[in-house]
C-alpha cells in the first residue's frame, strides 16, 4: 500500500491599504496577502502546515514577510 502525500500553497488576497513601499519608497497601494501551505493526501488538504503573511507592493512587485508585530499593527 503506498500515500501520496504532497504540499499545496494557496494565496489569499487579504486587503490593500495605502503605504509607502520598503523597496521602492513609493506611497503606493500594499496588498496584504496570506500564504497557507497544506498537506495533502491523494489530493485532499488535510492540515495547515504553515501560515504566513505577505505584503506585496503593486508599484515594484517587491514582497516582504510581515512579522507578527507589523500584523497587529495593521489591525488598526
Ligand atoms: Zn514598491
Known amino acids: 500500500m503506498f500515500f501520496l502525500f ?3 500553497t ?4 487579504q486587503s490593500t491599504r495605502s503605504a509607502s513601499c ?8 500594499q496588498q496584504l ?4 501551505t497544506k498537506l ?4 485532499i488538504p488535510l492540515l495547515t502546515v ?4 505577505l505584503q506585496a507592493c ?3 512587485g517587491g514582497t516582504s514577510r510581515l ?10
Open 50 to 53: 504553515k501560515k504566513t503573511r
Open 33 to 36: 496577502i496570506q500564504r497557507r
Open 58 to 60: 503593486t508599484n515594484c
Open 22 to 29: 520598503r523597496y521602492c519608497g513609493v506611497f503606493a497601494p
Open 10 to 13: 494557496r494565496e489569499h488576497l
Open 6 to 8: 504532497g504540499l499545496t
Open 67 to 76: 512579522s507578527g508585530m507589523e500584523e497587529r499593527s495593521l489591525a488598526h
Open 40 to 43: 495533502s493526501v491523494f489530493f
